[in-house]
Antibody, heavy 122, light 107 residues
Framework: QVQLVESGGGVVQPGRSLRLSCAAS????????MHWVRQAPGKGLEWVAF????????YYADSVKGRFTISRDNSKNTLYLQMDSLRAEDTAVYYC???????????????WGQGTLVTVSS | ETTLTQSPAFMSATPGDKVNISCKAS??????MNWYQQKPGEAAIFIIQ???TLVPGISPRFSGSGYGTDFTLTINNIESEDAAYYFC?????????FGGGTKVEIK
């Protein structure tokens, strides 16, 4: 069955960097687009970024554009989110999610991970 | 950006009740609406796709309706296992956006 397992969360100071990983299994990772989504404490869900199945196209929320980078290693079945210049408002549970399609990014999500908590605090 | 207004934010239901959760889009999104269920500490589960299609393996007590800007998730004959957080997602355009969520409690 499809499994998505996030890791890399933790406590980090404002202005520092963190890299999240999402290990995928149970499907042909290299054939599907992937997303990152986050949920701040007590707030709603926010889509963060999308990457095409082959990594050739990426989209970002305005709130993270220029600071976060989504990438993937299809040989390792792993999705990444490099988060630089972190701010307090980036504090959230970060989820990776699988897209039912390969390239467009506008098919929604059919599977989610359980999330990893990132806390940005001095 | 498409804003989704989901209501109610919280509801308490009795086993056997019929429950409706609404999601209104700020612009026409055709049928590009999905619904999800999430329980604490667990991964979200995909329950309704393209506004009205039940995801395979999901209980037929769940159904979805709507098109354009107004959408509804219905849970018929609600059971204790349905206690969860439910949210809608529009995938018509970037950025993908979510409704604010509904916490469903079973009495």
């Amino acid at each position: 069955q499809v499994q998505l397992v996030e890791s890399g969360g933790g406590v980090v100071q404002p202005g520092r960097s963190l890299r999240l990983s999402c290990a995928a299994s149970g499907f042909t990772f290299s054939s599907y687009g992937m997303h990152w989504v986050r949920q701040a404490p007590g707030k709603g869900l926010e889509w963060v970024a999308f990457i095409r199945y082959d990594g050739s196209n990426k989209y970002y929320a305005d709130s993270v554009k220029g600071r976060f980078t989504i990438s993937r290693d299809n040989s390792k079945n792993t999705l990444y989110l490099q988060m630089d210049s972190l701010r307090a408002e980036d504090t959230a549970v970060y989820y990776c999610a699988k897209d039912p399609g390969a390239a467009a990014g506008t098919a929604g999500f059919d599977y989610w991970g359980q999330g990893t908590l990132v806390t940005v605090s001095s | 950006e498409t804003t989704l207004t989901q209501s109610p934010a919280f509801m308490s239901a009795t086993p056997g009740d019929k429950v409706n959760i609404s999601c209104k889009a700020s612009q026409d999104i055709d049928d590009d609406m999905n619904w999800y269920q999430q329980k604490p500490g667990e991964a979200a589960i995909f329950i309704i796709q393209e506004a009205t299609t039940l995801v395979p393996g999901i209980s037929p007590r769940f159904s979805g309706s709507g098109y354009g800007t107004d959408f509804t998730l219905t849970i018929n004959n609600i059971e204790s296992e349905d206690a969860a957080y439910y949210f809608c997602l529009q995938h018509d355009n970037f950025p993908l956006t979510f409704g604010g969520g509904t916490k469903v409690e079973i009495k």
